[in-house]
């Protein structure tokens, strides 16, 4: 079995109380899922939030998930940046970590053309000697990969996967048959799971796994032993968890982080402009904690 195989969760950006980066809750977090069994992490992307972090905070961060993760599991660091300069400052610091691979989205902000975004990867692949993964998430950069861009890309041997989250499932068979029988695909949406590895993908990585690793790791077990109406009960568990997370006026993260507080795990909150859980959160919130348990 390759070091991609399993359950990747998105890492969740660890604060102090005042909000600053916290090295040691970053260290204490990782330590935390290693101990759940997790296979790696996917460290800095959107759960990450990458986005809502100057580079000195991005680098404190990989440097405390190395210091407590290396050696153990695979680790996965999302190195894009809005300049290709910035990005490739930190491809060089994950390389000098000795991270497994890095990944990166195309461009924010300005939706580029396919051979701008080519260069802006080019350039950060070229930078180091590690295996590198595309990551395509039209929902929040609004660009969908094109199999033009993509099968250009997997010229380079260097890349060697992708991360796809755009929402159709028959996405991860396109890119695992365009890219070969050893090109890894990892599923993107949490909501999908089974059905994105059931159609090919090798594994995943999410955003919802590092509060609910147990139904993840639970519903990759059900699917490789071939149990598939398991693994369809667990994803429906999941997803009512999902659904109602996002029915919440906090964000997706700032609810999670305050479900990992109370279970003992206090990882801080999500940074503004991402808001905060609200008053009326509160009854959501107790019932996922007795759900998260009991599922
Ligand atoms: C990352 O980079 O942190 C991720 O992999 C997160 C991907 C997530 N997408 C977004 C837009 O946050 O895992 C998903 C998502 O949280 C999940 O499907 C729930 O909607």
Redesign the pocket.
């Given at each position: 079995l390759n070091k991609y195989h399993g359950i990747f969760p998105?890492f969740y950006a660890c604060y102090e109380d005042n909000g600053d980066i916290s090295p040691e809750r970053t260290e204490a977090f990782t330590n935390y899922l290693i101990e759940k069994g997790v296979q790696g992490l996917?460290v800095g992307?959107?759960?990450?939030e990458c986005i809502y972090q100057n580079i000195e905070e991005r680098k404190i961060v990989l440097e405390s998930v190395m210091k407590a993760a290396k050696g153990k599991i695979t680790i996965i660091a999302?190195i894009a940046a809005p300049s290709t300069r910035e990005s490739i400052e930190l491809a060089k610091h994950a390389e000098s970590l000795g991270v497994d691979a890095i990944a990166a989205i195309p461009p924010i902000y300005f939706v580029l053309p396919d051979h701008a975004i080519y260069q802006y990867w080019t350039d950060m692949i070229e930078a180091t000697g590690l295996d590198f993964f595309i990551y395509n998430?039209p929902?929040?950069t609004h660009y969908n990969l094109s199999m033009d861009l993509f099968k250009k890309m997997i010229r380079n041997k260097k890349v060697i996967g992708i991360?796809n989250?755009s929402m159709p499932a028959q996405d991860i068979q396109k890119f695992k048959a365009a890219g070969g029988e050893d090109f890894i695909v990892f599923n993107?949406?949490?909501?999908q799971f089974v059905s994105g590895r059931i159609i090919g993908a090798d594994a995943g990585?999410?955003?919802?796994y590092a509060a609910m690793p147990e139904l993840f790791l639970a519903a990759d077990k059900a699917i490789n032993e071939s149990n598939l109406k398991l693994a369809r009960e667990i994803q429906f568990a999941i997803n009512d968890i999902?659904f109602t997370v996002l029915s919440c006026t906090g964000n997706?993260y700032a609810v999670f982080k305050e479900i990992l507080k109370r279970k003992g795990m206090n990882i801080g909150g999500a940074r503004l402009p991402l808001a905060p859980v609200a008053p009326e959160d509160e009854p959501v919130i107790l019932s996922l904690m007795d759900k998260i348990d009991t599922a």
């Open positions: 998105a996917y992307g959107s759960s990450g999302h998430i929902g929040t991360k989250s993107g949406p949490d909501e990585i999410g955003g919802t999902i997706l």
